[in-house]
């Protein structure tokens, strides 16, 4: 489980603009959204199409953040909010997921094996911050429907979740029960929306042997054995996502699963 989200309260309300907030306040308080400064100049969907270089794209997208407080005057641990915020995990993540992950797929050849993933990048919208979504799922004949959290929570325009992401940001290497959570959670969500296109955990460390083992079981090949889809964790034969194990150091993220 992540740290953040294990100190999160069962709600958060605006905070005062004198208050110092606890970082996991200051993330379940705050959304983030993908813009542009004019659509007619090159996008996501652009160089997804091969038809825009990065820092073509880069000179026109914006990452905005709204907040359930006032973010100008807030602390979070004695920073400002602004800078707490964009040094922190969550956001560097979501902005390496924006500015950076499909030329890393697109550049490598691997925009076919990736294609659910990649193909949903340019949709994405807006992320929450520790984050829910809503689950139906049947469980030993039952039917049970419930709210699942996560670190990060991508959706489209629609709001329609595309990517989830828990952060371990312990020194302690992520865990094979990190891992079987993630799977559990978002096979659950998976069946529930069909929008979603991929699941990560990051962490700061590394990944320990019985968790890399665990998601290599997910994304066996089985039944669809002809889906050559990489790291995929298949719900029907149709259907599935992406699983990601990326590693974040030294101010840089790595791939860990798949390998690009």
Known sequence: ????????PEQVTGADPSQQLRPEEALAGTNLFVRYNSKSDPT????????????????NLRIQYHTQFEAESATVDG??????????LPYRFVSW?????????????????MEVLYDALPEIDRVELNGQVSLTYVEDGDEHREQERYDVVVR????NPLIVANINDRKEPATQEQMTELLTTTERLGTTSSSLAAAFLVTESFFD???LETAEEAT??????RNKRASFVNLSRSDGYHLCLLEAREGEFNMAVPEL
């Open 1 to 8: 489980m992540s740290s953040l989200r294990d100190q999160l």
């Open 209 to 211: 042997p019985a968790a």
């Open 79 to 88: 920073q400002p909010f602004h800078d707490f915020l964009t040094g922190c």
């Open 156 to 159: 489209d325009r629609m709001g």
């Open 97 to 113: 997921l924006v500015t950076k992950l499909l030329y890393e797929i697109r550049d490598t050849g691997h925009s076919t094996e």
């Open 44 to 59: 996501l969907a652009d160089a997804r199409d091969g038809s825009a270089e990065p820092t073509e794209v880069d000179a």
């Open 220 to 225: 066996a090949s089985g039944l669809f054995s």
